[in-house]
């Protein structure tokens, strides 16, 4: 029975330590934009305002002030600031005019300068698993109160009693204002887990692996990409070996994203079969025609199989999954395959195999960001090996197709593997972020993207 349960126990503790695959760090910059915006889209004003003038059951009114209004609610300014371990601590400075009948009869007004304050913890959502800030401690500390009344008619001691009682009905018309504002900072997360299609083939979502972490600097969001075919099995990323880290220079304030190399690996195994290609057309790129004349300058044995030129037929199959390498500037898509070359005949007649190579080579990956996607371009890199597997036109010394072969690669099969990698690899959304302007650079297994916002 114990056993059964070590068994069962030992088998979730290891499922739940997924490394990260990627990495978000969230700067001041990305958090004061979306703040603002949220305090601009939730309409914070109107809302205060609303808030004001509402009656609620147990929030006394202010005493001795009827037909009480709040007007001319001043931009509020917002300070942020990170508290590590907890989340961000926020201080809405604003002012506003309160007015009212006042109990000596006349119109009375009240001009509040006033800063709001509460901690925001960021946690992660129960039933979603999304990154969300929920606020603690909403404080409301009055910078200054003056009324339109001449200070002898607002005695000491009233004006005591008007402190006392605006720090009471204050917080219960400010936070929840501030409430409000986070409602729509956590919805910009509700896409994160969401899957996102990689062509036709699969999808990618990105999963937190643990509650985000905060320091004095940054938050800190460790995500596990999930990345699954279509018919629904789930490409496991290889072990990296190394946990996955950013580098230290990064300029303070600023957010980016880290995508693991063993990621990236497993985003392309969706498109392995894709990675399989026949080459057909006798006109390829910038190389002349390719016939069994071509070949018979390497060849000799298919000169005489061949006296009249066929056009070449190529297929070239991808029988490892691809993987991606990278260290800092230079990023390398390594495939292994085979390449075999057929002789075209007469049509409805089945191609001739001339020969069957074990290839592997390296591609070269650029990386850039379209419609907050990562793009890769790819040129030949290396030729890394060359094998003859089977051949029916004689044992031929393979190092003389090298360079042939090289030319091919490049102007026959790139070509294609770049237009297939078009489909772009989805980047995980959230805060709105806009990939766009992002900065791609190579760093020790993985790609960094130093996020610029607009
Ligand atoms: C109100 O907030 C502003 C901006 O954060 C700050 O400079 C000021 O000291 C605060 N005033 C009080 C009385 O806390
Ligand atoms: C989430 O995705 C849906 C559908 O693509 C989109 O309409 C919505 O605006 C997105 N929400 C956020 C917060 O980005």
Redesign the pocket.
């Known amino acids: 029975m114990l056993r059964i349960l070590c068994l069962a126990l030992c088998g979730l503790l290891t499922r739940t330590r997924a490394d990260p695959g990627a990495l978000l760090r969230l700067g001041m910059d990305i958090m004061n934009r979306e703040v603002q915006s949220a305090m601009d889209e939730s309409h914070i004003l109107e809302k205060m305002a609303a808030e004001a003038g509402k009656k609620r059951p147990g929030v006394k009114p202010i005493k001795g002030i009827t037909n009480l209004k709040v007007k001319d609610v001043q931009l509020p300014v917002i300070t942020l600031s990170f508290i590590p371990g907890v989340g961000i601590f926020q201080c809405v400075s604003t002012g506003m005019t309160i007015t009212g009948k006042s109990f000596m009869g006349g119109n009375m007004e009240i001009i509040v300068v006033l800063n709001i304050t509460a901690t925001n913890r960021l946690l992660q959502d129960k039933e979603t698993g999304l990154p969300t800030f929920k606020s603690e401690g909403c404080e409301v500390i009055l910078v200054s109160v003056k009324t339109n009344l001449p200070s002898n008619m607002l005695p000491k001691v009233v004006n005591k009693f008007l402190y006392s009682t605006l720090h009471k009905v204050l917080p219960g018309l400010m936070c929840p204002a501030i409430d409000a504002v986070l409602v729509y900072v956590n ?2 997360w ?2 994160l887990s ?1 899957p996102m299609p990689v062509g036709q083939v699969g999808t990618v979502k990105y999963v937190l692996t643990s509650i985000p972490t905060t320091t004095a600097s940054y938050i800190q969001v460790d995500l596990n990409p999930v990345v699954q075919q279509q018919e629904g099995n789930t490409i496991e990323p290889a072990d990296a070996g190394e946990p996955l880290e950013f580098p230290e220079d990064y300029a303070k304030g600023s957010s980016q994203l880290l995508l693991s190399a063993a990621f990236l690996t497993a985003e392309l195994a969706l498109l392995q079969k894709s990675f399989d290609v026949n080459v057909q057309d006798m006109v390829i790129g910038k190389l002349p025609s390719q016939t069994t004349e071509t070949l018979a300058a390497f060849i000799p044995e298919v000169a005489e199989a061949y006296p009249k030129p066929k056009p070449l037929v190529a297929q070239i199959r991808i029988n490892k999954p691809p993987t991606v390498t990278a260290k800092t500037g230079k990023s390398l898509l390594h495939l292994h395959g085979t390449l075999q070359m057929f002789a075209a005949r007469r049509r409805g007649r089945a191609p001739v195999s001339l020969f069957l190579l074990e290839i592997h080579f390296n591609l070269r990956i650029q990386y850039s960001v379209r419609e907050d996607r990562l793009q890769m371009a790819t040129s030949l890199d290396r030729l890394l090996s060359l094998s003859r597997a089977s051949s029916s036109v004689g044992t031929f010394n393979v190092k003389e197709l090298t360079g042939f072969i090289k030319g091919y690669l490049q102007e026959a099969y790139i070509p294609v593997i770049n237009d297939v990698l078009q489909v772009g690899l989805p980047l995980p ?1 959230f805060l ?1 972020m806009n990939y766009n302007l992002a900065e791609v650079d190579i760093t020790e297994n993985a790609l960094l993207l130093d996020l610029k916002l607009d």
Do not use: L, Q, T
Request: charge should be positive; aromatic fraction near 0%.
């Open positions: 919805r910009k509700a896409n969401a959304g709105d």
